[in-house]
């Protein structure tokens, strides 16, 4: 089983988007996937259609509890051939329980045996910092997915991760963690900044960058709000075409990507936002015509911002 851990210390740079789609794209390549959330942030499990809070049991029990196996944890994604092993806050707290235990770095690995059998590929969503889990899900590692967004500080963050690799690999294994690859996200082709951080990049690390990038795309941003995939939300769409051919790219498939057909076309935000603040006491400031309209009757009235002049 491939095991690609998606990391990069560097928030904001597109990782979590890169780990749901790009699982989907792969499943839709009729490969059998596990996408592990191992972030306590839980993005790739809401962007999957889950509510974190009402799990009964997330990647936490299996990594926390030996008697919990990783299969029984597995949910159903609303691709058939992707399954999601969710995440939730308690996540938080597995890097103080498991660095209690002796060799923590292998918990993931071993975890994985069990089901290596039932899957092609494991894509695991790290979180933002090199603690225990991500470390674990280095080492378990046989690929790894820098996604790299064409900014300086995206920089710092790879330099941090390349380290890491290193000091990994002398550790435990030379081929843990043995593919490293640098996918650039959220490109802008018309800034400067942009172009030159691409082309410093190819230059340097040549080959270890993937010709896909993936450019800037709202349906990227919307797609979470409907608890689905790019591929799924706006199969058309840029950003669904340009993870299918990332796919293509890891399974060294030369065909051309052609985009789906035959969904409508959904536009905006998916979810009233007012349920994510439900439990929160409401601001005092409010204002009271508001209260009778729908937001999706608000948002045909036009915006209401500080006009600053230039």
């Not at 790894?144 to 941090?160: D, F, N, T, W």
Request: hydrophobic letters at 40%; aromatic letters at 6%.
């Amino acid at each position: 089983m491939k095991t690609i851990a998606v990391v990069n210390q560097k928030g904001g740079c597109g990782k979590t988007t890169t780990a749901v789609n790009l699982s989907a794209a792969l499943a839709e390549q009729h490969k059998n996937v596990l996408l592990i959330d191992l972030d306590p942030q839980a993005h790739a499990t809401i962007g999957l259609g889950y509510d974190p809070d009402v799990l009964e049991r997330t990647v936490y029990d299996a990594l926390a509890r030996p008697q919990i196996d990783l299969a029984d944890v597995l949910q159903q994604t609303k691709m058939d051939q992707l399954m999601l092993a969710p995440a939730s806050i308690i996540l938080a707290s597995a890097d103080i329980e498991l660095s209690q235990m002796p060799q923590k770095e292998l918990v993931l690995g071993n975890r994985l045996t069990s089901v290596r059998d039932d899957f092609d590929v494991c894509v695991v969503d790290c979180s933002p910092s090199f603690g225990v889990l991500t470390i674990s899900a280095l080492v378990a590692s046989t690929d790894v997915i820098v996604p790299v967004q064409a900014h300086y500080y995206s920089m710092e963050g790879l330099r941090r991760v390349m380290e890491t690799i290193r000091l990994i690999r002398d550790r435990f294994h030379p081929y843990s963690a043995e593919n490293v690859n640098i996918l650039l996200t959220l490109v802008e082709d018309r800034t400067t900044l942009s172009k030159q951080i691409q082309i410093q990049l190819r230059e340097f690390f040549g080959s270890k960058v993937f010709n896909t990038v993936i450019h800037t795309n709202v349906r990227l941003c919307e797609a979470p709000s409907a608890g689905e995939s790019v591929l799924l939300y706006a199969p058309r769409s840029r950003g669904a075409l340009e993870y299918r051919a990332l796919a293509a790219e890891m399974l060294d498939d030369a065909e051309d990507i052609k985009p789906a057909r035959g969904k409508p076309l959904r536009r905006g935000i998916q979810k009233d936002l007012s349920v994510l603040f439900r439990d929160l006491p409401r601001p005092k400031e409010e204002i009271p015509e508001y209260e009778a309209a729908s937001w999706k009757e608000r948002e045909e009235e036009p915006l209401q911002t500080n006009r600053i002049p230039i």
